[in-house]
T-cell receptor, first 113, second 113 residues
Framework: AQSVTQPDIHITVSEGASLELRCNYS??????LFWYVQSPGQGLQLLLK??????LVQGIKGFEAEFKRSQSSFNLRKPSVHWSDAAEYFC???????????FGDGTTLTVKP | NAGVMQNPRHLVRRRGQEARLRCSPM?????VYWYRQLPEEGLKFMVY????????ESGMPKERFSAEFPKEGPSILRIQQVVRGDSAAYFC???????????FGPGTRLLVL
């Protein structure tokens, strides 16, 4: 069965600092990988996705993620965090692009002024 | 093109009552997915439907929960005889085919008193 681990429950960074959120997955084949962001009381917004090809994926809001097959990881990065980035971030995997997705438990990002 | 719509956004029920959650997919989308998010957790897949068909209900509790996606109208997630443990946020997602990205609605927050 596929599973997703987000090791960091809560991360605090200063505004303008760089950010990396970790995501590890367990799956037999190369999965479809996603990162979503959820603001309090809101739904999920897709930041970026990886299916195949270039392992460095660019997303919206200045985010990027790198797929590393050898480490079964898909970490999310941003070079300079803005206060508006404070939210909860979810990594997800799926067998296909639109099959049921398995989500990690999320990482809450706090941004200090 | 309006996004995925869910209503109500908030729903309060007493134990033993029924809860009906509605999801209107994006225009042109015929695939609907329901997820549940318990407090402090990630989203858990419940059911995947196409028009008039349940494709995958492996995440649905065996009792009290049912889902439908009729030919006309929204998809409905129905919870009979609700219990306090049903309190959660229920998210709907839709996609145009089974090979394309899912788009999420804002969710329905169910509170069982």
């Amino acid at each position: 069965a596929q599973s997703v681990t987000q090791p960091d429950i809560h991360i605090t960074v200063s505004e303008g600092a760089s950010l990396e959120l970790r995501c590890n997955y367990s799956y037999g084949a190369t999965p479809y990988l996603f990162w979503y962001v959820q603001s309090p009381g809101q739904g999920l917004q897709l930041l970026l996705k990886y299916f195949s090809g270039d392992t460095l994926v660019q997303g919206i809001k200045g985010f990027e993620a790198e797929f590393k097959r050898s480490q079964s990881s898909f970490n999310l990065r941003k070079p300079s965090v803005h206060w508006s980035d404070a939210a909860e971030y979810f990594c997800a995997v799926a067998y296909t692009n639109a099959g049921k997705s398995t989500f990690g438990d999320g990482t809450t990002l706090t941004v200090k002024p | 093109n309006a996004g995925v719509m869910q209503n109500p956004r908030h729903l309060v029920r007493r134990r033993g009552q029924e809860a009906r959650l509605r999801c209107s997919p994006m225009k042109g989308h015929s695939h609907v997915y329901w997820y549940r998010q318990l407090p402090e957790e990630g989203l858990k897949f419940m059911v995947y439907l196409q028009k008039e068909n349940i494709i995958d209900e492996s995440g649905m509790p065996k009792e009290r929960f049912s889902a439908e996606f009729p030919k006309e109208g929204p998809s409905i997630l129905r919870i009979q005889q609700v219990v306090r443990g049903d309190s959660a946020a229920y998210f709907c997602a839709s996609s145009p085919t089974d090979q394309e990205t899912q788009y999420f609605g804002p969710g329905t927050r169910l509170l069982v008193l």
